[in-house]
């Protein structure tokens, strides 16, 4: 049983990237149109190629081998943000999403092996805790903001909302919260502007792609979420 589930994961990926390269080709000449892509680093395509096929993969809330892609493309957009001079959101990617990944990988892992665990499946918070995150995604991008960003109040905040949304995600996808896609989404719009302003024109463009698949993710993941699990979202 454990075998297939396997073989299907590893059809599933090597489809998702297939699809990504297609994707990819018609991203990179669109650019080329408008001549936007003069200027980019290699970690730059690299991390959103991956970046692409790792949230494609997770709209399964089984596949666990989404991680393994999605550490690969966390080390490589570190590496791209240390390019343009971003390096405390660098610093972010390689000491709190690698290992927040890391253990998403290891959670959701024993989740698929473990017969007599009950299954990892969507939820989403409760109002309590919704509220909760809410207040300390705005308390962290004042202070993120205020003390670590720089450039005009914009660029800061832009900075800021990139940064507390992608700590909120990565910890909410440890326990399959699917209010996750929901915080990503917001978060690439800020990333969207945040690139803007780096001329990191290939990024902006993934971006939002990044926020089509994440919609597309979370809508998959709510109809998985049962009635008692409805948290906030009860009777909506």
Known sequence: MA?????????????TISFCLVAYVIII??????????????????????GIVYVILLRNPNNYLSFIVGIASTLALGLHFLNIDLKYTAYLYFFFFIPCQIVSLITWWKGDQEEDKETLVPSFLTKKYMAITIAATVIVTAIFAKFFSD??????IADGFFFSLNVVANILIIKK??????????SNFFAASLFTFKASYFTVALNFVYITVNLIAMTKWAKDVTDKDAGWTEGK
């Open 29 to 50: 000449w669109g650019l080329m149109q408008f001549q936007l892509i003069n200027n980019f680093s290699p970690y730059e395509i690299v991390s959103t190629f991956l």
């Open 151 to 156: 450039g005009s109040f914009f660029l800061r």
């Open 177 to 186: 919260k699917t209010d996750c896609w929901m915080f990503w989404c917001i």
């Open 3 to 15: 075998k297939n589930i396997f073989n299907n994961l590893i059809f599933e990926t090597t489809k």
